[in-house]
């Protein structure tokens, strides 16, 4: 472990092996860390394409899959209110770890906590996990059924979701 504290943040909807990735991931960089568990604060300002469960059903998954990974000791799940959580407060933060789709917050957070002259924390970006369609796992994916949470296709819809794709993509470059 590399580092005293990392800082990671999420929805956990639909809690999926690219979460579980995520989690193990933060606990081989660092001693602690702390995850900032989106509540329905910070939902109702974020446009999600999907719909997503209570805030205590997403802690319970959390903190069960913690004490699976006996981590538990080693983790602290904060509600996360706004897209910052403690990372503009709490000086003593080492590592910030985010997903190719949150770098940009990522980034920003870097900048803001530069300019209120709080201590540098490190940006590692992790990788994303594939279904085994090779598109990203996501929850959006799972709650449309197109896969499962270990990400495996459900036939069926996969088949519709490239159907849609097709059209999409037909739509556009025709107009």
Not at 49 to 76: G, I, M, W
Not at 129 to 151: C, F, M, Q, T, Y
Request: charged share 35%; aromatic share 6%.
């Amino acid at each position: 472990m590399e580092y005293k504290i990392c800082v990671i943040g999420g929805t956990f909807s639909k809690f999926h092996i690219g979460h579980l990735y995520f989690l193990r991931r933060a606990l081989s960089l660092a001693k602690e860390v702390i995850i900032g568990l989106s509540t329905q604060v910070l939902l109702d300002t974020e446009r999600k394409r999907h719909p997503v469960e209570e805030y205590e059903s997403r802690f319970r998954e959390l903190y069960v899959t913690l004490v699976k990974l006996n981590a538990l000791n080693r983790v602290r799940i904060l509600p996360l209110n706004d897209p910052y959580g403690p990372l503009l407060k709490e000086n003593k933060l080492d590592v910030l770890l985010v997903s190719k789709d949150t770098v940009r917050r990522g980034e920003k957070i870097i900048r803001e906590r530069a300019k209120r002259g709080l201590r540098e924390v490190r940006l590692i970006v992790t990788e994303t996990v594939l279904a085994e369609d090779g598109k990203p796992i996501s929850s959006e994916r799972i709650w449309r059924g197109i896969i499962d949470r270990n990400g495996k296709v459900r036939r069926t819809l996969y088949l519709k979701e490239v159907l849609d794709d097709l059209i999409s993509h037909l739509i556009k470059n025709t107009y």
